[in-house]
């Protein structure tokens, strides 16, 4: 994986109904540990980081490159959206195109902040990469995942076996909207 590399990068803030997306900054660098160092946010992506791993090299503005956005809800922090190139994806339908992530903390899940956040995340790449497609990886396990990515408009391309489970990759692209 990439950075977008290519786009303008920080964009304007970008404002939802209840969020705001913008660049990582210094204060965020509490909310990126727990994030990473999360059990329950690991569970289909690996397992977590030891938190002392974290603490130690977890930079003073965390995962600062074109296309991360850090979510805030009332001010603080309560996910990341990552949008990079899948350029070593082992699919040949995804490589190279722009690859949607989310990470969201625990207590933050159950109240749509996800779907708001990707979708407005979605509509900034719709502009920024003027009608590319974007793709999204996740363990058909994921169910929380699955019903998202079903939700923002993504459509599957194919299953895959992949890091020992089944994986869905599935793909998104302004006109699905319309269609
Ligand atoms: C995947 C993940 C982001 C999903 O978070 P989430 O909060 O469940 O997702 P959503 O934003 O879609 O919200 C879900 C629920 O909020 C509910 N909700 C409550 N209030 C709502 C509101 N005002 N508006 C919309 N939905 C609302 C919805 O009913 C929805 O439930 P449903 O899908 O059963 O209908 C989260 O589980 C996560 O961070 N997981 C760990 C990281 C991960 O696995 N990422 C995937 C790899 S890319």
Redesign the pocket.
């Known amino acids: 994986m990439s950075d977008l590399g290519t786009v303008a990068w920080p964009p304007a803030l970008i404002k939802t109904e209840?969020l705001v997306l913008r660049e990582p900054e210094a204060r965020d660098r509490a909310a990126f540990i727990e994030l990473l160092a999360s059990p329950?946010?690991?569970?289909?992506?690996g397992g977590p980081r030891p938190r002392d791993e974290l603490e130690r090299k977890t930079p003073e503005v965390p995962e600062q490159w074109p296309g991360s956005f850090v979510v805030e809800l009332g001010g603080a922090m309560i996910?990341q959206i990552?949008l990079r190139r899948a350029t070593g994806h082992r699919r040949p339908a995804a490589a190279g195109k722009a690859d949607?992530?989310?990470?969201?903390?625990?207590r933050?899940?159950?109240?749509?902040?996800?779907?708001?956040?990707?979708a407005a995340a979605l509509g900034w790449v719709a502009g920024a990469l003027s009608g590319e497609p974007v793709v999204?990886?996740?363990?058909t396990a994921?169910v929380?995942?699955m019903?998202?990515a079903a939700?923002l408009g993504f459509t599957e391309v194919e299953r895959f076996e992949a890091w020992g489970a089944e994986q869905w990759l599935g793909m998104w692209s302004p006109a699905t909207l319309s269609d």
Not at 40 to 45: G, K, M, N, Q
């Open positions: 209840r329950e946010v690991h569970t289909y992506l996910g990552l949607l992530g989310y990470l969201f903390l625990p933050a899940w159950g109240f749509g902040y996800a779907a708001e956040a990707c999204l990886t996740t363990q994921n929380g995942s019903r998202l939700k």
